[in-house]
């Protein structure tokens, strides 16, 4: 296990190096930070490069920064060319709420930067990808609890169009042009050490930082909205583990699953710690988002082909994010 863990470690670039060089795009990001740290941990900090559009003093601090523009597809192959770059994982993107609001802006720049990148696996200057999924994908019309892997899927936000788009590409790149691209439908991710931005599921990390600094939250979805969750901790292992797992035969964007909660509950649990915390509801446009997302999902697909398996329940969840943030 441990060799096939090392072989996967060490492949060679186009120049023949025993290396695997690895480019963060949108590493400032809620999910960026905590995968570069992983990954400078794991295959070294100079193995690693950060970029992102906006200056980020501690991923300089740790390593290689590069400022870029996702969508400038010469910015990002001089970066490529550069450090000999293998792998891209691409981060960057314009969230739900944000999306609805920029809708031009958000297929830009999250359809541009993926073609980019797709085409530079294609023409073999990179050797593998990682790009995120989410449930956005699904729709109004999709089962709502334990939503399969497979089914429906009719999105009806900005966000979620350009999500199922962006599977379909990767799909048509892996099959037509055998690019090695990998991805997983994140559900909403709970982290302390970054804000996500522009996102539905922001209320879930919001809550903390509003339970601590004032013991009251108002929150912009119904108090009983179910979304699947995921504590970051288990978001950064279910990618690792899927780039680190052998090269799949077939492109697949996988339901990874970990938690699911209404806004009712997380409060509850939040107030055995908190026991003033109070929360209140002003539902806004967010509301119609969430709606059409599933409450549940099935990961048994990714469970039985790569070994996903969730560890952060959500009073594990509850209890880190107050420890970090108090
Ligand atoms: N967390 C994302 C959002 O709310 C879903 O992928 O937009």
Same mark, same amino acid.
């Given at each position: ?60 601090? !740790? /390593? ?8 400038? $597809?010469?910015? =990002? ?5 550069? &450090? ?51 449930i956005?994908?699904f729709?109004?019309?999709?089962p709502?609890e334990m939503t399969p892997q497979e089914t ?12 199922? !788009? /962006? ?8 099959? $037509?042009?055998? =690019?090695?691209?990998?991805?997983v439908r &994140?559900p ?40 699947p969750?995921m504590?970051?901790?288990d978001?950064?292992?279910a990618?690792?583990d899927l780039?680190?797992a052998?090269?799949p035969?077939q492109?697949k964007a996988y339901n990874i699953n970990a938690i699911d ?33 599933p409450?549940s999902i099935d990961d048994s697909v990714a469970q039985r082909e790569w070994g996903w398996d969730a ?16």
């Open positions: 296990m441990t060799f096939f863990i090392l072989l996967n470690l060490l492949t060679f670039n186009q120049y023949g190096y025993m290396t695997n060089t690895i480019l963060i795009i949108g590493a400032g990001g809620q999910i960026g930070t905590e995968l570069t740290q992983k990954l400078r941990g794991i295959y070294g900090s100079n193995n690693v490069i950060a970029s992102d559009i906006r200056d980020n003093k501690d991923l300089s601090a !740790s /390593g290689i920064f590069e400022l870029v523009d996702a969508t400038d $597809k010469g910015a =990002v192959e001089n970066i490529i060319k550069k &450090y000999k770059v293998t792998e891209v994982y691409l981060m960057a993107a314009l969230l739900s709420a944000m999306a609805e609001k920029y809708p031009a802006k958000a297929w830009d720049l999250n359809m541009n930067s993926l073609f980019h990148i797709l085409n530079f696996a294609k023409e073999g200057l990179i050797k593998k990808v990682f790009w995120p999924s989410s956005a994908v729709g109004p019309t999709t709502k429906v899927m009719e999105p009806n936000t900005v966000y979620g169009i350009s999500k199922l !788009s /962006g599977e379909r590409w990767c799909d048509y790149y892996h099959q $037509k042009y055998g =690019v090695d691209v990998r991805s &994140y909403g991710l709970i982290s302390w050490k970054t804000l996500p931005g522009g996102g539905t599921t922001d209320y879930a990390v919001e809550i903390f930082h509003s339970a601590l600094q004032d013991g009251q939250y108002t929150c912009f979805l119904k108090e009983d909205t179910r979304l969750m504590y970051m901790d978001a950064i292992t990618t690792v780039m680190l052998d090269k035969k492109y909660f209404t806004p009712k509950e997380i409060s509850e649990v939040i107030q055995k710690h908190i026991p003033d915390f109070t929360i209140e509801y002003a539902p806004d446009f967010r509301q119609k988002i969430a709606d059409g997302w409450a560890t952060f329940d959500l009073e594990r969840t509850v209890e880190t994010m107050l420890k970090n943030l108090a």
